[in-house]
């Protein structure tokens, strides 16, 4: 049985129990003490030798918090290095345990299931590597389970630190082979492909209850490992043939034929979400709400109609009805007016383009809930912020409540949250060429008629100024 080492001194922290271990490092429950807030920390094991070692970390850990604004990426808090030489992490506290867990638990997931969380693990992949960044480790036991349910990417720039001494590949011995990519036993140097194979069988497992190679390993011989590595995929029997399609393509023992890029495997997820109607009793209440909601407005449009006719009397009335240029106010006149505008927009001076300007309006984060709810915390745009909003459209009444997907393919929503709207939206000291465009819709100050923002966001990470005019 392998020891646990003791839990080190870190500055600022109370250290508990282990949370968990692996071949290189530890999981620490851990207290902050200065927030009161409960987080885990992970620490190697190894001693990081000079300086240039200790530099390449905290550089790797650097990188990793660049990404802890995706909502499928774990946050990283802090890192550092021990007294005694060991590089540790501070990272968000995900209490639903690893995929891994879940699987013990459950055993082979639906469908509907893998390809949600397939979706938003294959988009937190592709803003990684458009960043630069490499993970090089993914497998069930890296994927943890938040508080809310939502999945997410971990150990981000410990990866690197398992091939600390090494220039430019890592040893199968440090990773897991069953999820590791064929190319990885030749010691190939990492790349965005075996990420995106180690995602793939990671979600395959999760579909199938099987791994999609059974990798011999400690291998026996080279001739068993070669075969087994070369060995085809078997389709998952009673998958869907989209689902069967998309996992085999990115399970390519040949990189060259493998999916070109996480982004490519997350549209081929997103095209077989289900698209969920509302529940019958949200419907219900929506409608009750509604209806209560125009019996009030009809009273009180009665009493305004009654204390109007009360106040116009005698010579006063008479003038106000024969006055040249005005006509007695009728009962649809009395019908208070919608906004012209949805609320923290206004008008835009630009000609030729679509949709309402925006004041400054940024977001920490987008989370989308089973295609339905759109989730973000808004902040301020001088702040650190993932997304912001260039632009805005009133929406039907009808869409209230809709998917996302669906709410995308509306003509008001394709005419306005373009390529070509946000290029006439940039500021002129700002470039806004090949980010990211998305749609959240809300209803916030206006809970009778739904609007959206179109929101973009850069490849490079969060940034902490404003890239758009706002009239």
Not at 146 to 168: M, Q, T
Not at 209 to 220: C, Q, V
Not at 281 to 307: E, H, Q, T
Not at 423 to 429: C, E, F, L, N
């Amino acid at each position: 049985m392998t020891s646990v080492p003791p839990p080190p001194l870190i500055p600022g922290l109370t250290l508990a129990g282990p949370l968990g271990q692996g071949g290189f490092g530890t999981v620490f429950l851990a207290r902050q003490d200065q927030l009161g807030r409960d987080v885990a920390v992970k620490v190697d094991n190894r001693v990081l030798q000079t300086e240039r070692d200790r530099d390449r970390f905290l550089r790797e850990a650097r990188a990793a918090a660049r990404l802890s604004g995706h909502p499928h990426v774990v946050n990283v808090y802090d890192a550092g290095v021990t007294a005694d030489g060991r590089p540790y992490i501070v990272m968000e506290l995900c209490t639903g345990g690893s995929l891994a867990d879940l699987l013990d638990r459950r055993g082979r997931l639906p469908f509907d299931e893998v390809v949600e969380m397939g979706a938003d693990l294959a988009d937190a992949l592709a803003q990684v590597h458009q960043v630069g960044i490499l993970h090089r480790d993914i497998k069930p036991a890296n994927i943890l389970v938040n508080a809310f349910g939502a999945v997410k990417l971990a150990d981000f720039g410990l990866a690197a630190i398992l091939d600390a001494h090494a220039e430019s590949t890592i040893t199968v011995g440090a990773l897991s082979p069953y999820y590791a990519a064929p190319e990885v036993f030749a010691q190939a140097a990492p790349t965005a492909a075996g990420d995106i194979y180690s995602l793939a069988a990671t979600l395959y497992t999760l579909a199938a209850g099987t791994r999609p190679r059974d990798i011999p390993w400690p291998a026996h011989s080279l001739d068993d490992l070669i075969t087994a590595l070369r060995a085809p995929v078997q389709p998952i029997p009673d998958a869907p043939p989209a689902f069967n399609a998309a996992l085999l393509n990115a399970l390519s023992s040949d990189a060259a034929r493998r999916t070109s890029d996480a982004t490519q495997l997350r549209d081929e997820l997103n095209g077989q979400r289900a698209v969920r109607p509302l529940p019958q009793i949200a419907s219900d209440l929506v409608r009750k709400l509604r209806i209560a909601a125009a019996s009030v407005a009809v009273i009180f449009l009665f009493f305004m109609g009654f204390l109007t006719r009360g106040l116009f009397t005698g010579d006063e009335k008479q003038v106000a009805t024969n006055t040249p240029g005005t006509h007695t106010p009728t009962s649809a006149a009395a019908t208070p007016a919608a906004p012209a505008v949805p609320p923290g927009m206004s008008p835009c001076g630009d000609s030729g383009t679509n949709g309402f300007c925006i004041d400054d309006k940024c977001f920490g984060g987008l989370v989308v809930t089973s295609g339905v709810d759109v989730k973000a915390k808004p902040i301020d745009c001088d702040e650190d912020h993932t997304w912001q909003a260039f632009s805005g459209t009133w929406l039907p009444v009808s869409s209230d409540g809709a998917p996302v997907k669906s709410i995308g393919e509306l003509p008001e929503v394709k005419a306005v949250c373009t390529d070509r709207v946000m290029s006439a939206r940039t500021a002129k000291d700002q470039d806004t060429r090949g980010w990211e465009i998305d749609i959240f819709p809300t209803t916030v100050g206006s809970p009778t008629r739904p609007y959206l923002y179109c929101i973009a966001r850069p490849k490079d990470g969060d940034r902490d100024e404003s890239a758009f005019t706002t009239g």
